[in-house]
């Protein structure tokens, strides 16, 4: 089973890149964040022409997620229904061929005494009570997107200068951790435990893809069953060098078939 991320900063802007990958990897699902589309306007017969299903949650210009998978998804939610903000267009959720699928996009967090900040370290909490109501560690579950912290130095280039960013700050990798504590395992590391290699380039730095200056916080992540099933996981570069790209790139995890 191949379990893939991309955070497509527009799903419509991304279709030239997005379809021919989907052809070459064949994934048998793939977690989309930052749609930027409503759903009146979400492309759906391209991605169903490609053979794939889809079911997203989406709004004008911002946020949006997918889940685009060969068979058709089941159990399929958005949100959350814990009484707070629903966040219905960062977190979708689903079952695909046996694997509970958990997609996020998680706030940034903008600065670290910005609200938007403590609405993202709350936003960790509340996901690890979802996993805790909705799941068991014991069962197969994945959980993708983009995820928003760097955890290591190794996950950011520069990490000295990056010690009150919202997405290296000590309370966010904290919050990320004990959400993972629950059962997650990071199969990217387990892979490739001392590599530098990033997800997101930032536009605003000239030739970051060729210089290497970015950070790792897109993930796949896996409770134990799932992960000791994992043979691979990788970043495809590729996609970034294309015209008009996102910032981000692919994830892909591998894991064998029972």
Request: hydrophobic share 40%; with cysteine; aromatic share 12%.
């Amino acid at each position: 089973m191949k379990i893939a991320t991309f955070n497509a900063n527009s799903i419509r802007s991304r279709l030239p890149i997005l379809l021919p990958w989907l052809e070459e990897h064949q994934p048998d699902v793939l977690g989309i964040q930052e749609t930027k589309v409503q759903d009146v306007d979400f492309p759906r017969e391209a991605i169903e022409r490609a053979g794939y299903h889809v079911v997203f949650k989406g709004e004008k210009s911002y946020n949006g997620v997918a889940l685009i998978s060969k068979n058709k998804p089941t159990d399929v939610h958005f949100g959350f229904r814990d009484g707070g903000p629903a966040d219905e267009t960062r977190l979708i959720r689903a079952m695909v061929d046996g694997v509970a699928v958990v997609n996020t996009y998680v706030p940034q967090g903008r600065a670290v005494d910005h609200v938007m900040y403590r609405y993202k370290l709350s936003w960790y909490a509340r996901l690890r009570r979802l996993f805790e109501k909705e799941y068991t560690a014991d069962q197969p579950l994945a959980w993708i997107g983009d995820i928003n912290i760097a955890v290591e130095p190794i996950d950011v280039s520069n990490p000295q200068g990056k010690k009150n960013d919202p997405c290296f700050h000590m309370d966010a990798h904290d919050a990320f951790l004990k959400t993972c504590e629950f059962g997650f395992e990071d199969i990217f590391r387990k892979h490739h435990p001392k590599e530098e290699l990033y997800s997101f380039f930032d536009y605003r730095v000239k030739d970051a893809v060729q210089h290497n200056i970015g950070w790792r916080i897109d993930y796949v992540l896996a409770t134990a069953s799932l992960a000791k099933k994992s043979i691979d996981c990788f970043i495809d570069i590729e996609p970034r060098l294309k015209e008009k790209p996102s910032d981000h790139t692919f994830m892909l995890a591998e894991f064998e078939d029972e």
